[in-house]
């Protein structure tokens, strides 16, 4: 399935690999570099699934989940938290505000393509 997937990440090798990975499976990208750009983008192009940091600049991933959620326009979508944050406690955190998946960083090559395959729906068996 040829999947439209946002990647909202600051990180510029976090999001080369996410980008890299992801465009290897035909997948249509799109980039954005803080949590402001991430809602105009998930608004204006109504990906199938969104990747978002949590530490992002202007807005953090939290707040880009409770924007999109208390949005009329939001057509609903997987949000997956991709994040380096890893204490006790982030998981039910980010799943409690509203992401759907929760994966850390560094991702892992061999794994994160199957990871989000997971979380895109099954594709039409005409």
């Not at 938290?81 to 955190?93: F, Q």
Request: glycine share 8%; charged share 20%.
């Amino acid at each position: 399935m040829n999947a439209r997937i946002l990647i909202i990440e600051d990180d510029p090798p976090s999001a080369e690999l996410a980008r890299y990975l992801l465009a290897a499976m035909q997948h249509t990208l799109y980039l954005a570099t803080d949590g402001e750009r991430g809602i105009e983008l998930a608004l204006q192009e109504s990906p199938d699934l969104i990747l978002c940091d949590l530490q992002i600049p202007r807005i953090d991933g939290y707040a880009v989940v409770r924007s999109l959620q208390g949005n009329p326009r939001w057509h609903r979508v997987p949000i997956i938290a991709v994040t380096a944050l890893s204490m006790p406690g982030d998981l039910e955190r980010a799943l409690g505000c509203g992401f759907h998946g929760y994966l850390t960083k560094p991702i892992t090559p061999g794994t994160f393509a199957g990871q989000i395959e997971a979380f895109l729906p099954a594709p039409d068996q005409g």
